[in-house]
Every structure is written in structure tokens, then in C-alpha cells.
């Protein structure tokens, strides 16, 4: 009644003084629209009484603990193999000085190393090199590079992103960019006895990568001509497309520490077996103290080994368990009716 005493009221003061007032006048009906914007939907109002949560509590750590154990079980049944090699493949006489090792390409950067299978592996087996202390999510250093490029190849003339690894010798490079530029360049090779295994390097990368992301005719061009070569050489005659190594290090880490994927076996592995690894050691990691370590590993249903995920289920089901029993200590000692809950809700909403 006020809102249309006000409109009736501007209605004719508007009409004496020549304009035309408009009021708005809310809809008095019993619509959907009018119920919610006047905030009065049927709405639920859960009563929280301590039995309910203490139960709630109880559910939640019930659940979470099995949960957490499957997982860790999980975690626990991959096998894998961690081996740091970085320091190990250095010769004695370079030890005190990496960095003259690791930048003097007349020095064999080869390598071999032997490992023991711990336990059965069933393939696939992973292969993933690790490295430690690198920070490919600096900011100039995830700018660094073109995605039109890498599609459209010599196309795509506006490379300015690539800075400064845009131009060599006064010609553009493809693929640009520093990520390109300091792709990582050592090699394994995997002896069992005396037999080469065979490593999967095909179709190891993501497959919309390959189809969207990398031009099936662009072709490497101008790439490490540069005075400073900062990792591994492309095939020229092959198609970015096909060039998988590049295509799984263009996808940048967000952590310091992380594995890439090298090659897949596709053989089981005994154990106590005991396998060779020929290696060449060329990534310089040396002039930032980064590591590098070369993983074996294989997965099942929840991935590959992460004892995170378990863990965390695990605390927050004894959390939930020992929030419930605090909870009905409380409630034995000093217990609340539901009456007693109802009145001071009411106490507290007449307050207001």
C-alpha cells in the first residue's frame, strides 16, 4: 500500500509539473519470480544437532581411512627405479670443475650405468628423465615461444614472443623461442645381457598435441645455428608433428622438480635383474645445480607412485574420528536437547 501511495503521489505531482514519473510497483501475486526476489522461497533449514554431527564426523572418517589405505596399497604396488646419474658420469679429473666438462664437446659424454630390478615389472615400464632445480615456469621463459608458429611454420611472421631466440644469422628459426632452444638432448639406450630392448618412442606424446598444436608441413629451419647451442638438433626432414621429444617439452612444468616422458618398454623385467644403460651426458645442468636422474617406473589404476593422495585420506579420516569423539565427550558433558537448540535460535533471530 505504501509503494502505490508513493506511485500515486509521483503520478500527479509528474502530471502537474508536465513529466510523466514512472514508480515501480512490485507484482503482489504468488509467482516464482515475485518469491524470489521478495527472499521468500520455501528454503531447508537443517537443524545441526550434536548427534547429527557427531555422526556426519564418524561417516566421513569411516570412509576416508579405507579409502586411503586402497590408495596407498596402489601407490605402494608400482614399482620403480630411481637413478641419479648426473654426478656419476662426470670423469674424476672434471669433478672440481663440471662446467669445463660439460661445455668442451671434445670430451665422450657417454656413459654407462647398471641397474637392478627390485621387483617384477610388468609392461609397459615408463621411462621418464627427471630433473631437478629447473624452472621452466619463469615467466619469460614460458613467453618464450609461438603457437602459430608451430602451425603455420615460415607463415607466421610476427615471432616477436620468441625473444631471444626469434632470429639467427638474420633468419628466422623454427621453432622459436627459448623453450625450443633448451630442449634436452641425452640419450639411453637399454641392455638386458647382451640384447639392445627395444624403447617406444612413438606415440608417446598427447595425440592432440601431434594433431592440433604442431603443423603436419612445418619442417625445423635455421634451429641451433646459433653461436650458443642450447640443447638437442631437430631433424630438419622431419615434421614438428612427428618430432615427439619436442612436443613433450614444449608442455611446461609448474614445479621445479619433474619428470618427462622418455620411450616405453614393452617387455616385463624379473627381479633382481640386472640391466645396462648407456647413456650420453649432455644436458648441462651443472651451471644452475640442477640434477638429473633417469626414472623407471610403471603404473596402474590410480597412476604412478604418489603416497600423497593416501596419505591425505588417511589424516583426514583420523581428523574426522577424533573431531566426532571430542564432539561427544562434549556432548555427555554438557548435553543439549533439541528444545534447548530450538529455543536459542529463537533467542537469537528475535534479537536481531
Not at 608442455?251 to 647413456?279: C, M, N, Q, S
Not at 589424516?315 to 554438557?334: D, E, P, Q, R, Y
Request: net charge positive; hydrophobic share 35%.
Amino acid at each position: 500500500m505504501e509503494m502505490e501511495r508513493l506511485s500515486s503521489s509521483s503520478s500527479s505531482s509528474g502530471s502537474s509539473s508536465g513529466s510523466q514519473v514512472h514508480a515501480f510497483v512490485p507484482r503482489r501475486s504468488g509467482g516464482a519470480f515475485y518469491k524470489f526476489t521478495q527472499q521468500s522461497l520455501p528454503t531447508c533449514k537443517p537443524s545441526l544437532t550434536p548427534v547429527s554431527v557427531i555422526i556426519t564426523f564418524l561417516l566421513m572418517g569411516v570412509v576416508f581411512i579405507p579409502v586411503g589405505i586402497i590408495c596407498l596399497h596402489a601407490s605402494d604396488s608400482v614399482v620403480e627405479i630411481v637413478d641419479r646419474y648426473d654426478n656419476e658420469c662426470i670423469p674424476e679429473v672434471y669433478r672440481s670443475n663440471k662446467l669445463a666438462y660439460i661445455k668442451d664437446s671434445s670430451i665422450s659424454k657417454n656413459c654407462s650405468r647398471t641397474i637392478r630390478v627390485q621387483s617384477h615389472m610388468k609392461a609397459p615400464i615408463y621411462i621418464y628423465y627427471e630433473l631437478d632445480n629447473y624452472y621452466q615456469n619463469h615467466r619469460r621463459y614460458i613467453k618464450s615461444k609461438n603457437d602459430k608458429q608451430l602451425v603455420r611454420g615460415l607463415d607466421q611472421k610476427d615471432t616477436s614472443t620468441c625473444q631471444p631466440e626469434e632470429y639467427s644469422n638474420g633468419l628466422p628459426i623454427v621453432p622459436c623461442g627459448l623453450i625450443a632452444w633448451s630442449l634436452f638432448n641425452d640419450t639411453y639406450t637399454f641392455v638386458r645381457e647382451t640384447v639392445e630392448m627395444n624403447v617406444k618412442r612413438k606415440n608417446i606424446s598427447w595425440e592432440s598435441d601431434r594433431t592440433h598444436k604442431y603443423g603436419k608441413d612445418v619442417y625445423p629451419y635455421n634451429f641451433q645455428n646459433g653461436t650458443l647451442i642450447g640443447g638437442a638438433r631437430l631433424d630438419p626432414s622431419i615434421p614438428l608433428s612427428e618430432q615427439e621429444d619436442l612436443i613433450i617439452w614444449m608442455r611446461v612444468a609448474a614445479l621445479p622438480k619433474f619428470r618427462k616422458l622418455y620411450g616405453i618398454i614393452e617387455e616385463d623385467l624379473e627381479a633382481d635383474e640386472l640391466l645396462t644403460v648407456h647413456l650420453t651426458n649432455n644436458y648441462n645442468t651443472y651451471s644452475f645445480g640442477g640434477k638429473k636422474k633417469l626414472v623407471l617406473t610403471t603404473s596402474n589404476w590410480l597412476g604412478g607412485k604418489n603416497n600423497f593422495l593416501g596419505l591425505a585420506y588417511i589424516v583426514a579420516g583420523c581428523f574426522s574420528i577424533f573431531t566426532a569423539i571430542l564432539f561427544a565427550l562434549l556432548h555427555v558433558k554438557n548435553p543439549r536437547t533439541q528444545s534447548d537448540v530450538a529455543c536459542s535460535l529463537n533467542r537469537k533471530f528475535s534479537a536481531r
